[in-house]
């Protein structure tokens, strides 16, 4: 077999695997507030995220363009192979090390500072497509901002419209709306993160020649979006303990506004083809729901944590790509 031939299909597999870590790693962000509130049982919950993951994957792929050509150009990029390689495997490390520890990280982040520490590595910093880059760690750094103020704003107004209400019968009728909100989630998540892949598997294509415009092969769509709604079927329990618990206590109202606010957040992104993280957007909005209800039942340490995950994870996963590519660039 020709070897620029094994080389992408090892890169395919390699993405997909990916796909499939970020399936388990990020959709327990998805159901982790239904899963709280019970307004779904986990083993419901996890096959009804699988399959929202993967209708949402095969809707878009303007995310999947974005990541293709916006970072690097995969038309002029050296050692493109290799370059891709590194990034995936430095990604798909990072997101293990973070699920095993129970630390809702960003798979967006991980994979982008994979892909430009990477391409640096190879290339110098000439090779970062810098408006495009930056528009990226626009979005990365605004998404979550905009989550918790907009998870403030609905939580707020549920607060005093329905203040009046009979407690127990209006946490009942949420808990079932939280069902849609969920789903809805898990349709976002499918829609923004399962383009990261498909993405990556293009540039690996145009850069080995088997493929020539940015357009997504439909087999990489469809492939992407399985790859996902198998990870999702597996579930990612620690990370359901810690977004679903350990920031807030939630109820079926708390969880319908944050539902609510990320889902709107994510899809607005992907709308306008730009990758966000959806761990930074369900946790942003869960924090702003919480401190619209009760500043001080906000379990802050737990937030400290995971913002600071946040914040190392592009210069740990920069570092560790161009490691990777050092390493693999011998044998390759």
Do not use: E
Request: net charge positive.
């Amino acid at each position: 077999m020709d070897s620029i031939l094994l080389i992408t299909i090892v890169i395919v597999i390699l993405a997909l695997s990916f796909d499939f870590i970020n399936g388990f790693h990020d959709t327990a962000n998805a159901i982790a507030t239904s899963v709280s509130t019970k307004a779904l049982r986990p083993r419901v919950a996890v096959i009804l995220a699988a399959i929202m993951n993967f209708l949402g994957a095969m809707t878009f792929t303007g995310v999947a363009k974005t990541i293709t050509k916006d970072i690097v150009d995969p038309f002029t990029l050296d050692n493109g192979s290799v370059v891709i390689m590194a990034a995936l495997l430095s990604a798909i490390a990072w997101n293990l090390i973070t699920w095993y520890f129970g630390i809702p990280s960003s798979s967006s982040h991980a994979l982008i500072g994979s892909i430009a520490g990477a391409a640096i590595a190879a290339s110098g910093m000439q090779i970062l497509n810098y408006n495009g880059f930056i528009k990226i760690l626009q979005a990365l750094i605004f998404s979550p901002v905009l989550a918790f103020i907009l998870g403030f704003i609905i939580y707020t107004i549920f607060k005093h419209s329905f203040k009046n209400f009979n407690l127990a019968k209006t946490n009942k009728r949420f808990r079932y709306f939280q069902i849609v909100t969920a789903s809805m989630q898990a349709y976002t998540h499918g829609m923004n993160d399962a383009q990261k892949a498909m993405g990556i598997i293009t540039m690996a294509l145009i850069a080995n020649n088997f493929h020539t415009t940015t357009d997504i092969p439909f087999w990489v769509q469809f492939s992407c979006a399985l790859a996902m709604g198998l990870g999702t079927s597996v579930g990612g329990w620690r990370i359901i303990k810690t977004v679903g618990g350990r920031i807030m206590k939630i109820k079926p109202v708390n969880g319908v506004a944050a539902d609510l606010s990320s889902a709107l957040i994510i899809f607005g992104a992907t709308y306008i083809h730009l990758p966000v993280s959806t761990t930074h957007v369900i946790s942003s909005s869960i924090l702003g729901v919480g401190t619209s209800h009760r500043v001080k039942g906000v379990k802050w340490d737990t937030a400290k944590r995971m913002v600071m995950t946040w914040f190392i994870t592009l210069p740990i996963t920069i570092l560790l790509s161009a490691l990777f590519y050092f390493f693999l660039a011998v044998f390759m």
